[in-house]
T-cell receptor, first 117, second 114 residues
Framework: KQEVTQIPAALSVPEGENLVLNCSFT??????LQWFRQDPGKGLTSLLL?????REQTSGRLNASLDKSSGRSTLYIAASQPGDSATYLC????????????????FGQGTILTVHP | EAQVTQNPRYLITVTGKKLTVTCSQN?????MSWYRQDPGLGLRQIYY???????DKGDVPEGYKVSRKEKRNFPLILESPSPNQTSLYFC?????????????FGSGTRLTVV
């Protein structure tokens, strides 16, 4: 069974700092990995999607990498801002191959990020 | 605007009173899914649908029903809600092929069962 772990569980940094959020998964048979942002009590906003054949994706100040063979992904946030404060969730979409978990997303528990002025 | 719309956003109900949470997407996506989010347990899949009239159980289907009569709609039905179904619910959809597309999530429905 796929398990996704995010480290650290919480992170507090001063504004302007560069930071890295970590995600690991136990089964490398994935289609893709998606990073989401969730504000308190709100929905999930997709940040980046990395296909299993890709190594990284970039969007503005965000860069996500994927090492499928080792079961790891990182989300790099450059020059953090107070508006980046949120919970960041990593999710892997499982490879169908013979299984019943067709296209299922398995989520990590998230990293709660606080960026203070 | 491409989106997944859930209604209602907030709902308080009593044990045993049947309710339906609606979900609609305007992206012509074939794949739709329901998740619940609970503190300490994260997001878990309840049901999913690969296409019209094709649905299957996720990890935590007990106490829930779904239907997919039209491509755009995927309602979640609680026939006899219980307090342990108090949670934050999300509907999501994905384009095809599932292997290539990411998910779009709705804004969530916060359900309280008393």
């Amino acid at each position: 069974k796929q398990e996704v772990t995010q480290i650290p569980a919480a992170l507090s940094v001063p504004e302007g700092e560069n930071l890295v959020l970590n995600c690991s998964f136990t089964d490398s048979a994935i289609y893709n990995l998606q990073w989401f942002r969730q504000d308190p009590g709100k929905g999930l906003t997709s940040l980046l999607l990395i296909q299993s054949s890709q190594r990284e994706q970039t969007s503005g100040r965000l860069n996500a990498s994927l090492d499928k063979s080792s079961g790891r992904s990182t989300l790099y946030i450059a020059a953090s801002q107070p508006g980046d404060s949120a919970t960041y969730l990593c999710a892997v979409k499982e490879d169908v191959a013979g299984g019943t978990s067709y296209g299922k997303l398995t989520f990590g528990q998230g990293t709660i990020l606080t960026v203070h002025p | 605007e491409a989106q997944v719309t859930q209604n209602p956003r907030y709902l308080i109900t009593v044990t045993g009173k049947k309710l339906t949470v609606t979900c609609s997407q305007n992206m012509n996506h074939e794949y739709m899914s329901w998740y619940r989010q609970d503190p300490g347990l994260g997001l878990r899949q309840i049901y999913y649908s690969m296409n019209v009239e094709v649905t299957d159980k996720g990890d935590v289907p007990e106490g829930y029903k779904v239907s997919r009569k039209e491509k755009r709609n995927f309602p979640l039905i609680l026939e006899s809600p219980s307090p342990n179904q108090t949670s934050l619910y999300f509907c999501a959809s994905s384009g095809r092929p599932v292997s290539l597309y990411g998910y779009t999530f709705g804004s969530g429905t916060r359900l309280t069962v008393v």
